[in-house]
T-cell receptor, first 118, second 114 residues
Framework: DVKVTQSSRYLVKRTGEKVFLECVQD?????MFWYRQDPGLGLRLIYFSYDVKMKEKGDIPEGYSVSREKKERFSLILESASTNQTSMYLC?????????????????FGPGTRLTVT | GNSVTQMEGPVTLSEEAFLTINCTYTATGYPSLFWYVQYPGEGLQLLLK?????DKGSNKGFEATYRKETTSFHLEKGSVQVSDSAVYFC?????????????FGAGTRLAVHP
């Protein structure tokens, strides 16, 4: 079974702190993703990575950065946490897909990290 | 642009009731469509999928049919159980900026009572 693990289930940080959220997958997937989940908004893509050391901005990258030094690990960084970054953060991974829209495309999710910034 | 609209929850049902959760989408081309489920305290997991028009995805008693003419992918189950209580997300896959991405709806919370 694919397993995606996240370093913390719950995290409380103060405004202005630098925050690291870690994600590790064990299925040799090329693609990894960071989302935030907020009530009424569903999941919104922050950043994704399709290879080691590669990253692409998602829909809401402001205030975040990422790092992918190893294939299995994808880190989300909040350089200076703010209260509006209080949210549930979900990591996901998927195998590489071709450019075609055809075929299945499943992402495998971790359990999430609930971050509270006070 | 690409988007997914789901019915607002929460949906509250008694055990063995019939479930429908509506999902409509806006997208260019012919996207693949998905339902993901999130049980309490867990991440999302794929429930079912459909990759082309008129396909029916099914799993664990849930079904959804890809209706291109109505741009819909409604989730149904004939008899829900307490263990089906969860948040359900409709999603579509788009090819944007050279990459495949998933666009999610806001989620619909289902609560099933004995």
């Amino acid at each position: 079974d694919v397993k995606v693990t996240q370093s913390s289930r719950y995290l409380v940080k103060r405004t202005g702190e630098k925050v690291f959220l870690e994600c590790v997958q064990d299925m040799d997937h090329e693609n990894m993703f960071w989302y935030r989940q907020d009530p009424g908004l569903g999941l919104r893509l922050i950043y994704f990575s399709y290879d080691v050391k590669m990253k692409e901005k998602g829909d809401i990258p402001e205030g975040y950065s990422v790092s992918r030094e190893k294939k299995e690990r994808f880190s989300l960084i909040l350089e200076s946490a703010s209260t509006n970054q209080t949210s549930m953060y979900l990591c996901a991974s998927s195998p590489r897909q071709g450019a075609s829209l055809g075929g299945s495309y499943e992402q495998y999710f971790g359990p999430g990290t609930r971050l509270t910034v006070t | 642009g690409n988007s997914v609209t789901q019915m607002e929850g929460p949906v509250t049902l008694s055990e063995e009731a019939f479930l429908t959760i509506n999902c409509t989408y806006t997208a260019t081309g012919y996207p693949s469509l998905f339902w993901y489920v999130q049980y309490p305290g867990e991440g999302l997991q794929l429930l079912l999928k459909a990759t082309k028009a008129d396909d029916k995805g099914s799993n664990k008693g849930f079904e959804a049919t890809y209706r291109k003419e109505t741009t819909s992918f409604h989730l149904e189950k004939g008899s829900v159980q307490v263990s089906d209580s969860a948040v359900y997300f409709c999603a579509l896959r788009v090819f944007s900026g050279g990459y495949n991405k998933l666009i999610f709806g806001a989620g619909t919370r289902l609560a099933v009572h004995p």
